[in-house]
Protein backbone atom coordinates (compact mmCIF):
# COMPACT_ATOMS: atom_id res chain seq x y z
CA UNK A 1 0.00 0.00 0.00
CA UNK A 2 1.26 3.52 -1.17
CA UNK A 3 2.42 5.60 1.82
CA UNK A 4 -0.41 9.11 1.66
CA UNK A 5 1.09 11.82 1.43
CA UNK A 6 -1.69 14.25 2.05
CA UNK A 7 -1.11 17.08 4.92
CA UNK A 8 -1.94 20.48 6.12
CA UNK A 9 1.70 21.30 6.78
CA UNK A 10 1.89 25.15 8.26
CA UNK A 11 4.19 27.77 6.60
CA UNK A 12 6.19 29.80 9.22
CA UNK A 13 4.37 31.64 11.75
CA UNK A 14 0.66 29.88 11.11
CA UNK A 15 -1.40 30.73 13.85
CA UNK A 16 -3.85 27.94 12.32
CA UNK A 17 -6.01 29.65 9.54
CA UNK A 18 -5.67 33.24 10.23
CA UNK A 19 -7.72 36.18 9.20
CA UNK A 20 -6.51 35.66 5.58
CA UNK A 21 -5.82 31.78 5.34
CA UNK A 22 -4.09 30.34 2.05
CA UNK A 23 -4.49 26.66 1.13
CA UNK A 24 -1.54 25.49 -1.07
CA UNK A 25 -2.36 21.81 -2.99
CA UNK A 26 -0.10 19.95 -4.78
CA UNK A 27 0.86 16.29 -5.58
CA UNK A 28 4.33 15.41 -5.30
CA UNK A 29 5.97 12.83 -7.71
CA UNK A 30 9.48 10.94 -6.93
CA UNK A 31 11.18 13.15 -9.06
CA UNK A 32 12.35 16.06 -7.04
CA UNK A 33 14.86 15.84 -4.34
CA UNK A 34 13.88 16.39 -0.66
CA UNK A 35 15.37 20.82 -1.60
CA UNK A 36 14.16 20.51 -5.04
CA UNK A 37 10.29 21.60 -6.28
CA UNK A 38 7.91 24.27 -6.20
CA UNK A 39 6.22 22.92 -3.14
CA UNK A 40 9.09 24.72 -1.27
CA UNK A 41 7.27 27.18 -1.44
CA UNK A 42 4.95 26.48 1.24
CA UNK A 43 7.50 26.27 3.64
CA UNK A 44 8.03 30.23 3.64
CA UNK A 45 4.65 31.58 3.17
CA UNK A 46 2.95 32.54 6.64
CA UNK A 47 -0.64 31.42 7.70
CA UNK A 48 -0.33 29.22 4.59
CA UNK A 49 -1.03 25.03 4.96
CA UNK A 50 0.05 22.73 2.19
CA UNK A 51 -2.38 19.95 1.46
CA UNK A 52 -0.45 17.09 -0.29
CA UNK A 53 -1.19 13.94 -1.77
CA UNK A 54 1.50 11.30 -3.78
CA UNK A 55 0.86 11.65 -7.53
CA UNK A 56 -0.42 8.54 -8.77
CA UNK A 57 -1.08 6.99 -12.40
CA UNK A 58 -3.89 4.80 -13.58
CA UNK A 59 -2.75 1.19 -14.12
CA UNK A 60 -5.79 -0.96 -14.83
CA UNK A 61 -8.16 -0.78 -17.66
CA UNK A 62 -11.05 0.35 -15.23
CA UNK A 63 -8.56 3.36 -13.84
CA UNK A 64 -7.63 4.51 -17.95
CA UNK A 65 -11.31 4.40 -18.79
CA UNK A 66 -12.00 6.12 -15.61
CA UNK A 67 -8.88 8.52 -15.88
CA UNK A 68 -9.96 9.24 -19.84
CA UNK A 69 -13.53 10.45 -18.43
CA UNK A 70 -11.87 12.98 -15.33
CA UNK A 71 -9.86 14.49 -18.20
CA UNK A 72 -12.92 15.44 -20.23
CA UNK A 73 -14.42 16.99 -16.81
CA UNK A 74 -11.96 18.21 -15.37
CA UNK A 75 -10.40 20.03 -18.84
CA UNK A 76 -6.54 18.89 -17.77
CA UNK A 77 -4.92 15.96 -19.52
CA UNK A 78 -2.45 16.17 -16.53
CA UNK A 79 -5.42 15.74 -14.04
CA UNK A 80 -5.15 12.05 -12.13
CA UNK A 81 -7.99 11.09 -9.55
CA UNK A 82 -4.52 11.30 -6.77
CA UNK A 83 -5.24 15.20 -7.56
CA UNK A 84 -9.16 15.28 -6.25
CA UNK A 85 -7.79 14.38 -2.38
CA UNK A 86 -6.38 17.28 -1.76
CA UNK A 87 -8.67 19.62 -3.77
CA UNK A 88 -11.87 17.71 -1.42
CA UNK A 89 -10.02 18.95 1.56
CA UNK A 90 -9.58 21.91 0.27
CA UNK A 91 -13.58 22.24 -0.69
CA UNK A 92 -14.55 20.71 2.45
CA UNK A 93 -12.68 23.63 4.63
CA UNK A 94 -14.38 26.44 2.30
CA UNK A 95 -17.89 25.10 3.95
CA UNK A 96 -16.83 24.92 7.21
CA UNK A 97 -15.66 29.06 7.38
CA UNK A 98 -12.42 28.86 5.29
CA UNK A 99 -12.62 32.47 3.35
CA UNK A 100 -9.18 32.64 1.91
CA UNK A 101 -7.21 32.17 -0.72
CA UNK A 102 -6.53 28.50 -2.36
CA UNK A 103 -3.04 28.39 -4.15
CA UNK A 104 -2.55 25.38 -6.95
CA UNK A 105 0.79 24.95 -7.37
CA UNK A 106 0.65 23.25 -10.12
CA UNK A 107 -2.46 24.27 -12.30
CA UNK A 108 -2.42 22.35 -15.14
CA UNK A 109 -2.64 19.02 -13.24
CA UNK A 110 -3.87 19.41 -9.85
CA UNK A 111 -6.53 22.01 -10.48
CA UNK A 112 -9.99 20.08 -11.39
CA UNK A 113 -13.25 20.13 -9.11
CA UNK A 114 -13.16 22.67 -6.79
CA UNK A 115 -15.10 25.11 -8.99
CA UNK A 116 -16.96 22.62 -9.93
CA UNK A 117 -18.51 21.64 -6.78
CA UNK A 118 -21.69 22.97 -5.11
CA UNK A 119 -20.46 25.34 -2.43
CA UNK A 120 -21.66 27.88 -0.05
CA UNK A 121 -18.36 30.03 -0.17
CA UNK A 122 -16.76 30.35 -3.11
CA UNK A 123 -13.03 30.53 -2.21
CA UNK A 124 -10.66 32.87 -4.38
CA UNK A 125 -8.37 30.41 -6.23
CA UNK A 126 -5.20 31.24 -8.06
CA UNK A 127 -2.58 28.66 -9.89
CA UNK A 128 0.98 28.46 -10.92
CA UNK A 129 1.56 26.96 -14.39
CA UNK A 130 4.94 25.53 -15.31
CA UNK A 131 4.49 23.90 -18.41
CA UNK A 132 5.93 25.42 -21.75
CA UNK A 133 3.68 27.33 -24.28
CA UNK A 134 3.72 24.60 -26.91
CA UNK A 135 2.25 21.86 -24.31
CA UNK A 136 0.22 24.22 -22.96
CA UNK A 137 -2.82 24.45 -25.33
CA UNK A 138 -2.56 20.12 -25.41
CA UNK A 139 -2.56 20.65 -21.49
CA UNK A 140 -5.64 22.68 -21.09
CA UNK A 141 -9.08 23.41 -22.05
CA UNK A 142 -9.03 27.46 -22.39
CA UNK A 143 -12.51 27.48 -21.80
CA UNK A 144 -11.97 27.24 -17.72
CA UNK A 145 -8.92 29.31 -16.97
CA UNK A 146 -11.57 32.87 -17.35
CA UNK A 147 -12.60 31.23 -13.95
CA UNK A 148 -9.29 31.77 -12.06
CA UNK A 149 -8.97 34.80 -9.44
CA UNK A 150 -5.58 34.69 -9.81
CA UNK A 151 -2.35 32.85 -12.40
CA UNK A 152 1.31 32.62 -11.32
CA UNK A 153 3.76 32.29 -14.41
CA UNK A 154 7.09 30.73 -14.41
CA UNK A 155 8.10 33.01 -16.99
CA UNK A 156 6.81 36.27 -19.49
CA UNK A 157 7.24 33.79 -22.64
CA UNK A 158 3.30 32.04 -21.26
CA UNK A 159 1.55 35.24 -20.82
CA UNK A 160 0.45 35.48 -24.36
CA UNK A 161 -1.01 31.83 -23.80
CA UNK A 162 -3.38 33.38 -21.45
CA UNK A 163 -4.15 36.66 -22.54
CA UNK A 164 -4.98 34.77 -25.86
CA UNK A 165 -7.52 33.03 -23.89
CA UNK A 166 -9.15 35.54 -22.04
CA UNK A 167 -7.51 36.31 -19.00
CA UNK A 168 -7.09 39.23 -17.99
CA UNK A 169 -3.74 41.18 -17.42
CA UNK A 170 -4.26 42.30 -14.01
CA UNK A 171 -4.70 38.35 -13.22
CA UNK A 172 -1.72 37.50 -14.36
CA UNK A 173 1.98 37.68 -12.49
CA UNK A 174 5.17 36.20 -13.18
CA UNK A 175 7.04 35.28 -10.29
CA UNK A 176 9.97 32.71 -10.41
CA UNK A 177 10.92 29.50 -9.49
CA UNK A 178 12.74 30.07 -6.40
CA UNK A 179 16.29 27.81 -4.66
CA UNK A 180 17.27 26.47 -1.42
CA UNK A 181 20.23 29.03 -0.88
CA UNK A 182 20.65 27.44 2.29
CA UNK A 183 20.96 24.34 0.70
CA UNK A 184 22.23 24.66 -2.28
CA UNK A 185 25.28 27.04 -2.23
CA UNK A 186 29.47 26.30 -3.35
CA UNK A 187 30.48 23.63 -0.96
CA UNK A 188 34.05 22.80 -2.64
CA UNK A 189 35.90 24.05 -5.98
CA UNK A 190 37.11 22.25 -9.05
CA UNK A 191 40.44 20.54 -8.52
CA UNK A 192 43.35 20.53 -10.55
CA UNK A 193 43.09 21.65 -14.46
CA UNK A 194 40.56 18.84 -14.57
CA UNK A 195 37.76 20.17 -16.79
CA UNK A 196 34.05 18.16 -16.03
CA UNK A 197 30.73 19.25 -17.83
CA UNK A 198 27.79 18.43 -16.14
CA UNK A 199 24.54 17.77 -17.55
CA UNK A 200 21.36 17.33 -15.28
CA UNK A 201 17.69 16.46 -16.05
CA UNK A 202 15.69 13.82 -18.08
CA UNK A 203 12.81 16.00 -18.84
CA UNK A 204 12.31 18.00 -21.98
CA UNK A 205 16.21 17.23 -22.68
CA UNK A 206 18.06 16.99 -26.17
CA UNK A 207 20.05 13.52 -25.57
CA UNK A 208 20.78 13.62 -29.46
CA UNK A 209 22.18 17.22 -29.15
CA UNK A 210 23.98 16.11 -26.03
CA UNK A 211 25.64 13.05 -27.92
CA UNK A 212 26.70 15.24 -30.40
CA UNK A 213 27.96 17.98 -28.66
CA UNK A 214 30.36 15.06 -26.43
CA UNK A 215 31.41 13.93 -29.25
CA UNK A 216 32.90 16.99 -31.19
CA UNK A 217 34.55 18.02 -27.61
CA UNK A 218 35.92 15.06 -27.62
CA UNK A 219 37.46 14.76 -30.56
CA UNK A 220 39.18 18.33 -30.04
CA UNK A 221 39.54 18.26 -26.37
CA UNK A 222 39.73 14.87 -25.08
CA UNK A 223 40.92 15.69 -21.94
CA UNK A 224 36.96 17.66 -21.05
CA UNK A 225 34.89 14.60 -19.32
CA UNK A 226 31.06 14.96 -18.91
CA UNK A 227 29.36 13.74 -16.08
CA UNK A 228 25.52 13.21 -17.04
CA UNK A 229 22.69 12.84 -14.24
CA UNK A 230 19.82 12.05 -15.64
CA UNK A 231 17.19 8.56 -16.16
CA UNK A 232 18.40 5.33 -17.30
CA UNK A 233 15.93 5.80 -20.12
CA UNK A 234 16.94 8.37 -21.32
CA UNK A 235 20.88 7.84 -21.26
CA UNK A 236 21.56 4.49 -22.74
CA UNK A 237 22.97 6.35 -26.29
CA UNK A 238 25.67 7.87 -24.31
CA UNK A 239 26.94 5.04 -22.13
CA UNK A 240 30.01 3.47 -23.47
CA UNK A 241 31.73 6.63 -24.72
CA UNK A 242 35.25 7.31 -23.63
CA UNK A 243 35.33 10.81 -21.85
CA UNK A 244 31.24 10.35 -20.11
CA UNK A 245 29.86 9.00 -16.98
CA UNK A 246 26.13 8.41 -16.62
CA UNK A 247 24.51 8.60 -13.13
CA UNK A 248 21.18 7.78 -12.01
CA UNK A 249 19.49 8.30 -8.36
CA UNK A 250 22.01 11.00 -7.05
CA UNK A 251 21.49 11.74 -3.73
CA UNK A 252 20.64 15.44 -2.96
CA UNK A 253 24.21 15.78 -1.32
CA UNK A 254 25.95 13.98 -4.29
CA UNK A 255 23.96 16.44 -6.58
CA UNK A 256 25.30 19.46 -4.22
CA UNK A 257 28.78 18.12 -4.66
CA UNK A 258 28.23 17.57 -8.77
CA UNK A 259 27.41 21.12 -9.14
CA UNK A 260 30.43 22.86 -6.37
CA UNK A 261 32.92 20.48 -8.11
CA UNK A 262 32.16 20.70 -11.84
CA UNK A 263 32.96 23.19 -14.08
CA UNK A 264 30.18 24.25 -16.14
CA UNK A 265 26.34 23.42 -16.45
CA UNK A 266 25.12 21.73 -19.58
CA UNK A 267 21.82 22.58 -20.61
CA UNK A 268 20.48 20.85 -23.89
CA UNK A 269 16.85 21.50 -24.11
CA UNK A 270 13.35 20.94 -26.05
CA UNK A 271 11.78 23.92 -24.65
CA UNK A 272 11.70 25.29 -20.82
CA UNK A 273 10.26 27.86 -18.62
CA UNK A 274 11.93 27.96 -14.98
CA UNK A 275 14.80 25.06 -14.78
CA UNK A 276 15.62 23.43 -11.01
CA UNK A 277 19.09 22.49 -12.18
CA UNK A 278 19.91 25.89 -13.65
CA UNK A 279 18.98 27.53 -10.45
CA UNK A 280 20.55 25.06 -8.12
CA UNK A 281 23.81 25.06 -10.31
CA UNK A 282 23.90 29.08 -10.33
CA UNK A 283 23.27 28.82 -6.03
CA UNK A 284 27.14 26.59 -6.45
CA UNK A 285 28.24 29.74 -8.71
CA UNK A 286 28.50 27.22 -11.76
CA UNK A 287 28.83 28.79 -15.08
CA UNK A 288 25.85 27.66 -17.40
CA UNK A 289 25.81 26.57 -20.97
CA UNK A 290 22.64 26.38 -22.62
CA UNK A 291 20.02 26.60 -25.28
CA UNK A 292 18.71 30.16 -25.53
CA UNK A 293 15.15 28.54 -25.24
CA UNK A 294 11.25 29.91 -23.44
CA UNK A 295 12.14 31.40 -19.77
CA UNK A 296 16.16 30.43 -19.98
CA UNK A 297 17.31 33.97 -20.82
CA UNK A 298 15.43 35.26 -17.53
CA UNK A 299 16.44 33.33 -15.44
CA UNK A 300 20.63 33.00 -16.34
CA UNK A 301 20.83 36.62 -17.39
CA UNK A 302 24.32 36.91 -17.50
CA UNK A 303 25.71 34.08 -15.51
CA UNK A 304 25.91 31.80 -18.39
CA UNK A 305 27.21 31.61 -22.32
CA UNK A 306 23.46 31.63 -24.24
CA UNK A 307 23.38 29.66 -27.36
CA UNK A 308 20.79 29.66 -30.38
CA UNK A 309 18.36 26.15 -30.15
CA UNK A 310 19.92 23.25 -31.44
CA UNK A 311 23.30 24.81 -32.47
CA UNK A 312 25.94 22.27 -31.90
CA UNK A 313 28.47 24.36 -32.88
CA UNK A 314 28.11 26.95 -30.58
CA UNK A 315 27.57 24.93 -27.46
CA UNK A 316 30.66 23.47 -28.40
CA UNK A 317 32.04 26.94 -28.13
CA UNK A 318 30.96 28.20 -25.18
CA UNK A 319 32.17 24.74 -23.74
CA UNK A 320 35.58 25.67 -25.26
CA UNK A 321 35.72 28.86 -25.11
CA UNK A 322 35.35 28.38 -20.56
CA UNK A 323 37.62 25.59 -20.69
CA UNK A 324 40.48 27.57 -22.43
CA UNK A 325 39.71 31.07 -20.43
CA UNK A 326 39.22 29.57 -16.51
CA UNK A 327 38.81 33.56 -15.28
CA UNK A 328 35.63 33.78 -17.21
CA UNK A 329 34.21 30.66 -16.16
CA UNK A 330 34.96 31.85 -12.12
CA UNK A 331 33.40 35.67 -13.31
CA UNK A 332 30.61 34.00 -14.53
CA UNK A 333 30.07 31.88 -12.00
CA UNK A 334 30.47 34.70 -9.19
CA UNK A 335 27.79 36.11 -11.62
CA UNK A 336 25.43 33.64 -11.02
CA UNK A 337 25.88 33.09 -7.49
CA UNK A 338 24.57 36.83 -7.13
CA UNK A 339 21.77 36.84 -9.14
CA UNK A 340 20.84 33.01 -7.02
CA UNK A 341 19.97 35.19 -4.42
CA UNK A 342 17.05 36.81 -5.78
CA UNK A 343 14.97 33.52 -6.09
CA UNK A 344 15.69 32.45 -2.64
CA UNK A 345 12.64 30.78 -1.53
CA UNK A 346 11.51 33.47 1.53
CA UNK A 347 11.87 36.12 -1.50
CA UNK A 348 10.12 34.49 -3.77
CA UNK A 349 7.35 33.41 -0.85
CA UNK A 350 7.04 37.58 -0.05
CA UNK A 351 6.35 38.36 -3.79
CA UNK A 352 3.71 34.98 -3.92
CA UNK A 353 1.54 36.52 -0.87
CA UNK A 354 1.83 39.88 -1.93
CA UNK A 355 -0.31 38.65 -5.03
CA UNK A 356 -2.68 36.53 -2.27
CA UNK A 357 -3.15 39.73 -1.19
CA UNK A 358 -3.87 41.65 -4.35
CA UNK A 359 -6.45 38.41 -5.28
CA UNK A 360 -8.13 38.64 -2.42
CA UNK A 361 -8.82 42.02 -2.40
CA UNK A 362 -9.61 42.28 -5.92
Known amino acids: MEPNLMSGEAGPDSDGYGDHPYLLLATDSDVQGAYSGYTQLAKHVPHAALLRNRRREPRTVLERGAQRWINQFTGSSWYRF ?23 LWGERDWGIID ?65 LSYFHRSEAATGDQFTVLSVGSYRRRFDLLKNVIEIVGGIRPEISFVIVASPDKTRELEGLANVKVLAGVSDSDLRRLYSSSSCLLMTLQAATANNAILEAMACELPIVSEDVGGIREYVGEAGILAPSGSVDALVEAILSLHGNRDLAARLGRIGGIRAKSFDWPIIAERTTAFYKRVLAA
Open 116 to 180: RLPSRRRPKVCATFHACTDTLPDTLRASRLRSLDGVILMSETQREFFLNRGVENEKIEVIPHGID
Open 82 to 104: SSMQPELRAWLQCQTGFEGLVHF
